[in-house]
């Protein structure tokens, strides 16, 4: 599945997200939790005073939902406290913005909760399909939790076991047509 060819997939545009990549590809994913729903996260990415993004959000229900088209820099990783990722890039006066090499995938929930069944599913499926777009390694450089970029964030992404993650994502025989349906905008207001 190519999710430019997605029939329900539009540029969106917002505020708080960039047009490209300023020349940079995505070297990683970083898993969040959204710390509520796609509804409501939706409606916070809307509000031009928030200055936050995702590319991707994941359902309890397995739904994919595109908020940032992961050509463009979505705004969910910029802020670098005490960092523990050793993919970040350097530049002479301190790193280079997190968000112009990184693909941000949140899933909706509570950090206290765990995944469903069904949203692990897709959240392997959507980052398979970036892994496979951007022939990432699969390790758990390119797979992170953005705590690993802010320390202040302990606990995003939440009750997900990231190594396990890695593991689950490197098993052979994954159908790439497995997962949630993708979503646009129009879908999830």
Not at 24 to 31: C, K, M
Not at 111 to 129: D, F, G, K
Not at 135 to 145: A, F, S
């Amino acid at each position: 599945m190519n999710i430019e060819h997605i029939p329900g997939i539009t540029k969106f545009g917002y505020p708080q997200g960039r047009e490209g990549r300023s020349g940079l590809r995505p070297t990683a994913l970083v898993i969040h939790v959204m710390e509520g729903t796609i509804r409501g996260t939706t409606s916070w990415f809307m509000n031009p005073r928030a200055n936050v993004s995702y590319n991707y959000g994941v359902g309890k229900d397995g739904r994919i939902v595109c908020w940032v088209r992961d050509e463009n820099a979505a705004w969910a990783n910029g802020k670098i406290q005490k960092p523990t990722w050793k993919g970040l890039l350097k530049r002479p006066n301190g790193y280079i913005n997190p968000n112009l090499h990184t693909i941000s995938i949140a899933r909706e929930g509570r950090n206290s909760e765990l995944c469903t069944p069904r949203q692990y599913q897709s959240l392997l499926h959507i980052a398979r399909l970036m892994i496979d777009k951007y022939r990432l390694p699969i390790n758990r450089n390119t797979v992170i939790g953005h705590y690993e970029i802010d320390s202040r964030k302990p606990l995003c992404p939440g009750r997900i076991n990231l190594d396990h993650f890695v593991i689950e994502l490197r098993k052979n025989g994954q159908k790439k047509e497995e997962g949630g349906e993708l979503l646009g905008l129009s879908d999830v207001l």
